[in-house]
C-alpha cells in the first residue's frame, strides 16, 4: 500500500526562462505550505524535457498536477497528466483529454458552442486564404490557439485592418510554427474571471471579479495581454485592475455562474477551473476561455477569489485533492 504521501509535480524550471514560466514555482510554495498545515506528507517532482520518471513517484498516493507547459510546448502538460493518469496515481484537476481540449482555443470554441454556451464570432484563420476576414466583424484580435498566460497577445494583437490582421497572422505562425491561429470579433463589454472549486453538491462558483482597464488611452486595445500579467513596471501592469462585483449587481453574478457552471459541465474539467467572460454589444456573457488547473499562486485571480469566498489556501488546496478521491 502507498504511503498517503502528495507528489506536488510542476514543469522543470531554469533561471534564463520567463515570468510566465518560473511562476509555477509560486505555485508550488502555496501548496506545499497548506499541504504542511494539512499535515500531509509530500514530495516535489520537477518533470523535465524527458517526461514523468516512475521512480519520483514512488512514494505518491496522489499527484498535485501543476505541470505546465512551456512557451512553444503546447502539449507537454497534455503529456505529463497522461504519464501520472497511466501510472495509476490519482490526480488533481482535470484529465489529460480534457487539457487537450481546453489548452486547444479553437478546440474550446466548437465544444462550448455544441453546448449552446455563447462566445465571440471568430474561427482559425488562414492568413493565406483569410477568408474568415469578411464573416467577422472587425475590430479582430489574433492570437496563438495553444499557448496560455497571454503569451502572443500585445496591443498589436488588435486591428481593425485587414492587411494588418494577415500580416499579424503571418508573424505569429512564424513564432509559433504549427500552431493554428485563432481570430475573434474583439468584444466591447465587461470583462470577467470566474473560479470554480469543486464542492460535494457539485462545482462551487467563487465570487466573480471584473478586469477594469483604469485610464487606458483610447488607441489602446482593453486586452489583459502579456505585459498586463507579467511586467509589473508596465503601465498595462499598474493600470489592469480586479474588483468583484457587489451586492448591487447579484443578477449579473447569478447570470455569469450560470454561464460558468454551463462552462465547467459542457468541457468536463474537474477539481477547479477559472472560466474567461466578456460581454458583446448586447451585454450578453461570451466565454472566451475554460482555465483547466488554472494557476494557484498566491497573487494570481483564483485565490483572489478564494480569499473574497473566505476560503483559506488550506481549504482551497484540501477541497482539490479530496476531489481526485485519493482518500478512499
Not at 460558468?260 to 459541465?265: E, F, Q, S
Amino acid at each position: 500500500m502507498r504511503a498517503r504521501r502528495v507528489a506536488i509535480a510542476h514543469n522543470q524550471v531554469s533561471e534564463d526562462d520567463d515570468a510566465s514560466t518560473r511562476d509555477v514555482l509560486a505555485q508550488v510554495g502555496l501548496v506545499r505550505a497548506a499541504l504542511d498545515i494539512l499535515g500531509i506528507g509530500h514530495d516535489i517532482v520537477p518533470v523535465g524535457e524527458r517526461g514523468v520518471d516512475p521512480t519520483t513517484v514512488e512514494r505518491a498516493a496522489a499527484v498535485f498536477n501543476l505541470v505546465e507547459s512551456p512557451p512553444g510546448r503546447p502539449a507537454f502538460q497534455v503529456e505529463a497528466a497522461a504519464a501520472f493518469e497511466a501510472l495509476g496515481l490519482p490526480m488533481t484537476g482535470s484529465t489529460s483529454s480534457v487539457i487537450a481540449v481546453t489548452t486547444d482555443k479553437a478546440a474550446t470554441r466548437a465544444m462550448l458552442q455544441r453546448a449552446g454556451v455563447a462566445v465571440a464570432e471568430g474561427g482559425v484563420l488562414d492568413p493565406d486564404n483569410p477568408e474568415l476576414l469578411d464573416r467577422v466583424p472587425p475590430p479582430w484580435i489574433l492570437k496563438p490557439a495553444l499557448e496560455d498566460a497571454s503569451l502572443g497577445l500585445d496591443d498589436g494583437a488588435v486591428t481593425s485592418d485587414p492587411s494588418a490582421a494577415i500580416a499579424r497572422a503571418r508573424s505569429l505562425a512564424r513564432r509559433f510554427p504549427g500552431q493554428p491561429l485563432l481570430l475573434e470579433h474583439l468584444l466591447p463589454g465587461r470583462e470577467f474571471n470566474i473560479a470554480l472549486l469543486a464542492g460535494p453538491d457539485g462545482p462551487e462558483v467563487l465570487p466573480p471579479a471584473e478586469m477594469t482597464y483604469v485610464d487606458f488611452p483610447a488607441d489602446r486595445p482593453r486586452i489583459l495581454g502579456w505585459e498586463a500579467k507579467w511586467v509589473e513596471s508596465s503601465f498595462a501592469y499598474r493600470h489592469t485592475v480586479r474588483q468583484f462585483l457587489d451586492a448591487r449587481e447579484q443578477r449579473l453574478a447569478e447570470e455569469l455562474r450560470e454561464v460558468a457552471v454551463t462552462a465547467w459541465l459542457a468541457s468536463g474539467v474537474a477539481g477547479y477551473a477559472r472560466v474567461d467572460v466578456r460581454a458583446d454589444e448586447d451585454g450578453r456573457p461570451c466565454v472566451l476561455e475554460v482555465n483547466s488547473n488554472p494557476c494557484l499562486s498566491a497573487d494570481a485571480g483564483y485565490m483572489a477569489a478564494a480569499s473574497v469566498a473566505r476560503l483559506t489556501p488550506g481549504e482551497v488546496v484540501s477541497r482539490i485533492l479530496d476531489a481526485t478521491g485519493w482518500r478512499a
